[in-house]
């Protein structure tokens, strides 16, 4: 028989039961939670749940910006047995709609700033019963109605292997996937990274930049700090911007901020004042590899070391990462504790040392596959190993540096050309916040490199200036052989780059 494990009980009974009831479990927006305050609200939707008629396994899709009711409903579908689909709200109804009926859910739970997208949606997922709302009467049901009770029910009875969450993920490709979680792989991320990597205490208080439907901000702002009774940081505005971000930072004094390198980016360059974050112990980022430049500039205005690091949905969180004792700029660092990582060719063999190749990971916080995509689950899950199809060299020492995403590498004259390189180069030129380089095939079908720049604000990119900055820099095969100057970049919520939308952008201009 398998050991009983929920996971709602782990990161919120047990806290009331262990006297921490009146701790300050979230913050948002200027009010306090404490832990007994989320149990109730938690016991309440899951009475809602349950009265509803959803089961243990089956699932509820979530359609909500961050908020304590959002961190309740996640909870409580955990408590009940049942399966949370997390999904961006900020998508297009219809969108949401191929999501949710692609899941089965019966039960949608959304944010009342979301009920515009609602109609769409359940065009798009017939099977849609019931939808909750969190405010008024948008939805089928009123979130007063919704939650007038707290006879719960209890705990379903769980293990670790049991199903728990899924996450959608499409990436850069463009291809929704909902990758699917074990309650027990929330406590295998936390033990790995937060505990070995940060190590977090309930003195912490976590503020995290990217959202809770993603993995990374689950983990952020759910898991890691309820894992230890500290206190989580929320903030529902989406997107958000540098000013909010360095209001909240200089108001609620968070000590671990989860970010992610654009946003960097855009700190570094925004008017904000040099002591904004002079609460936090250690910068977390994620989702893009952080170009040491902006690492270095973060660390001079801000004086906060931010710790680079790759994960991904199907891992949960961050496997590879710089550490407090160990951090290389421009590097994603080194395996999490808990992880395994391998380079390997186009067969499957390991690399030595300062080859190319593709990044395998094994781990116990690793999904179970994809729902309804075996294709994609025969080429992605080897086994223990997981194909990241991010590109690596790992150096002597063991650090691990990215040079791109498989599908993205480039080969120009007859050489490789790591978009991720010269991508870095670019930003080091003060003028340019953000660059994107894909390829494009000239009317000789040639594949030349193109780059996307969005400039500093306040100045003005010279392409001409550019092209000189990389031919003291690169080979000339790495060189952009144009440039195009952007106001933003196509970016999935998480902040990385949608280069299939820009490749499709240059296939347009030279074919039309």
């Not at 806290?15 to 404490?34: D, F, L, N």
């Not at 160990?326 to 990582?341: F, I, K, L, M, Q």
């Not at 953000?434 to 720049?453: K, M, N, Q, T």
Request: some cysteine.
């Amino acid at each position: 028989m398998h050991d009983t494990f929920n996971a709602c009980e782990w990161l919120l009974d047990r806290h009331i039961t262990e006297g921490r009831g009146g701790y300050t479990a979230v913050r948002c927006q200027g009010e306090s939670v404490s832990y007994a305050e989320v149990l109730e609200l938690t016991e309440a939707v899951a009475t809602g749940l349950r009265r509803l008629g959803l089961r243990p396994e089956e699932r509820v899709a979530l359609v909500m910006l961050d908020s304590v009711e959002y961190v309740a409903t996640f909870l409580a579908a955990l408590r009940i047995g049942a399966v949370p689909v997390l999904t961006n709200p900020l998508l297009p109804g219809r969108d949401l709609g191929v999501i949710i009926a692609d899941s089965r859910a019966r039960m949608i739970v959304a944010s009342d700033e979301r009920s515009s997208s609602i109609p769409d949606l359940c065009e798009g997922a017939p099977e849609v019963e019931h939808v909750v709302t969190t405010s008024g009467n948008s939805g089928t049901v009123s979130w007063a109605d919704f939650t007038k009770s707290t006879d719960d029910g209890g705990l379903h009875r769980t293990w670790a292997e049991s199903p728990g969450f899924w996450l959608c993920t499409s990436g850069t490709t463009g291809m929704p996937k909902l990758a699917m979680h074990r309650h027990g792989d929330l406590l295998a991320a936390f033990e790995a990274y937060a505990r070995n990597v940060l190590n977090v205490t309930k003195a912490d208080r976590f503020y995290s930049v990217g959202p809770m439907f993603h993995a990374y901000g689950l983990c952020n702002s759910v898991t890691y700090p309820f894992a230890v009774g500290a206190t989580s940081i929320l903030e529902p505005t989406r997107p958000p911007t540098p000013q909010l971000v360095a209001e909240i930072a200089s108001t609620e004094k968070p000590t671990l901020f989860f970010c992610i390198p654009t946003f960097l980016a855009a700190l570094n360059n925004a008017d904000i004042a040099g002591d904004t974050f002079c609460s936090v112990r250690y910068g977390i980022s994620a989702a893009e590899p952080l170009p040491a430049e902006t690492f270095e500039r973060f660390r001079e205005r801000y004086g906060v070391t931010v710790l680079d690091g790759i994960g991904s949905t199907e891992l949960l969180h961050i496997f590879l990462s710089n550490t407090p004792e160990h951090c290389r700029p421009g590097t994603s660092g080194v395996p999490v504790p808990g992880y395994e990582a391998r380079i390997v060719d186009e067969e499957g063999n390991d690399q030595p040392d300062n080859e190319l190749g593709q990044l395998l990971v094994r781990g116990e916080s690793a999904a179970t596959g994809y729902w309804c995509r075996t294709e994609m689950n025969r080429s992605t899950f080897l086994g223990d190993w997981i194909r990241t199809g991010d590109l690596y060299v790992r150096s002597n020492d063991g650090y691990y540096t990215y040079l791109g995403r498989a599908d993205d590498m480039m080969r120009i004259g007859g050489e490789w050309v790591s978009p991720a390189e010269v991508e870095a180069t670019l930003i080091e030129n003060e003028t340019v916040l953000e660059a994107a380089v894909v390829g494009e095939r000239d009317v000789g079908d040639i594949l030349r490199a193109v780059a996307y720049v969005v400039p500093t604000p306040d100045t003005e990119v010279d392409p001409d200036e550019l092209t000189e900055w990389c031919r003291e820099r690169l080979a000339g095969y790495k060189r952009p052989r144009r440039y195009e100057v952007v106001t933003d970049l196509p970016k999935t919520t998480t902040g990385k780059i949608q280069r299939y939308k820009l490749r499709s952008a240059c296939w347009q201009s030279t074919s039309g």
